[in-house]
Nanobody, 122 residues
Framework: QVQLVESGGGLVQPGGSLRLSCVAS????????MGWYRQAPGKERELVAT???????NYADSVKGRFTISRDNAKNTANLQMNSLKPEDTAVYYC????????????????WGQGTQVTVSS
């Protein structure tokens, strides 16, 4: 069983910073892409940032220059450093990972964390 656990959310004032982390645990061979998504009330879940196993990154236009995604392959961890936060960044943030299992046959699947609330308000 694979589990993703996020941490680091909370309440922050506009202009502030937060750092989210997501750790994968369980039985698997490797992790491919990692990503962060968010869902605000009444809106669809949207991509925030992704990072490949090799370190290539992709960001939503709304967070470019403010957010930085990183990963630690040895610790099965994805991080999202969020700076210059705005009220419109308020949402539940979810991490997603592409997990590879191998037991004679390669099996790839995507897993989601449970989400962590980020609220930007004065």
């Amino acid at each position: 069983q694979v589990q993703l656990v996020e941490s680091g959310g909370g309440l922050v004032q506009p202009g502030g910073s937060l750092r989210l982390s997501c750790v994968a645990s369980g039985s698997f061979s490797s992790i491919n892409a990692m990503g962060w998504y968010r869902q605000a009330p009444g809106k669809e879940r949207e991509l925030v940032a992704t990072i490949t196993r090799g370190g290539s990154t992709n960001y939503a236009d709304s967070v470019k220059g403010r957010f930085t995604i990183s990963r630690d392959n040895a610790k099965n961890t994805a991080n999202l450093q969020m700076n210059s936060l705005k009220p419109e960044d308020t949402a539940v943030y979810y991490c997603k990972m592409g997990i590879r299992k191998f037991s004679g046959v390669i099996y790839d699947a995507e897993y989601w964390g449970q989400g962590t609330q980020v609220t930007v308000s004065s």
